[in-house]
């Protein structure tokens, strides 16, 4: 199993530019002192984040991200925490949320050094990434992916069936350059879209052993009329956990574990396949489960549960 650490984008000068624009249509910026309805959306430029209006209210100057807890006599909350903007949806490190745009994004990046990049739950028809070896640099990596994954074996099916596409996408191969450019770009017919990208350094965490298990839990809403029968479904979000049994050379241990518990808390992408080939054992998460067992003379096990994000 691999691990790829993150560098957060959303520090200070790692985003160099984006063809994706904040406000995008329809997102608004919040102001102080104005009066707000119940149901209202407005987003804030400093952390790139859209609030949801809980409670009417006017003439009041302390903004939502800083306003999400009752104040007495109110029971209720002022704001909550929507949803990401449509630029940043794709660095909130959260697979569900996704960038969106007509024909085409891209982003470019200044990461530092780093030699793996993940893109999840994507739609499109390709993905092009390259890499600059500095600001204006020759370019040290190119790359193109076709994310069509159809498999014709008919006239029916060339003619009716829908076409199968890629959902992720992992690169292992990008060459360390302290001072890179990195250039990501979805392209298509018509929507293309992006739940996630994360650029980072690869780690190995051990040999996946027999018996992974990869299970999805779905956030679906299920409602009942209690007078018809008639069941409701209203789609949710989904989330994926990952165990699995290590392996890892006699000593290796501590090195390892060490680094588990540095990665403890902070989201990372997970291969349990070691490549990212496998959708259901690549993810986005953090480590919940660390258990050492000292099986043999000459090697260590140990179980390690993955919670993903949704």
Not at 79 to 94: G, H, L, V
Not at 126 to 134: A, E, L
Not at 261 to 279: A, Q
Request: glycine residues 8%; aromatic residues 6%; hydrophobic residues 35%.
């Amino acid at each position: 199993m691999k691990v790829i650490r993150p560098v957060d984008i959303t520090a200070p000068g790692v985003l160099i530019s984006s063809t994706l624009v904040e406000p995008a249509a329809g997102e608004v910026a919040w102001t102080a002192s104005a009066t707000y309805t119940k149901g209202q959306k407005f987003y804030r430029a400093s952390t790139h984040r859209i609030y949801r209006c809980l409670l009417d209210h006017t003439g009041i100057s302390t903004p939502p991200e800083s306003d999400l807890e009752a104040v007495a006599p109110n029971t209720t909350a002022r704001w909550e925490d929507f949803a990401p903007t449509n630029k940043w949806a794709m660095f909130d490190q959260e697979i569900n949320t996704q960038s969106v745009a007509t024909g085409s994004m891209s982003v470019e990046l200044a990461p530092g050094i780093c030699n793996a990049l993940a893109l999840f739950d994507l739609e499109g028809g390709q993905v092009d990434v390259s890499m600059t070896s500095s600001a204006g640099g020759p370019t040290v990596f190119s790359s193109t992916i076709d994310l069509d994954t159809s498999r014709v074996t008919d006239a029916y099916e060339y003619c009716f069936e829908p076409f199968s596409t890629r959902r992720n996408v992992v690169l292992l191969n990008l060459p360390p350059y302290m001072g890179c450019r990195l250039t990501g770009a979805i392209s298509g017919s018509g929507t293309v879209k992006c739940g996630q990208l994360v650029v980072g350094t690869l780690c190995n965490v051990g040999g996946t052993l027999k018996g992974i298990t990869s299970r999805t839990r779905d956030f679906s809403t299920r409602s009942e009329n209690k007078e018809t029968g008639v069941i409701s479904l209203k789609p949710g979000k989904k989330r994926r956990t990952i165990s699995a049994r290590l392996e890892v050379l006699k000593g290796a241990e501590n090195a390892t574990v060490q680094l588990l518990d540095d990665l403890l808390g902070k989201p990372c992408v997970w291969l349990g396949d070691d490549n990212g080939l496998l959708d259901p054992l690549t993810t986005v998460g953090f480590a919940s489960d660390l258990a050492l067992e000292f099986s043999t003379a000459t090697s260590r096990t140990y179980s390690l549960t993955i919670e993903g994000l949704t």
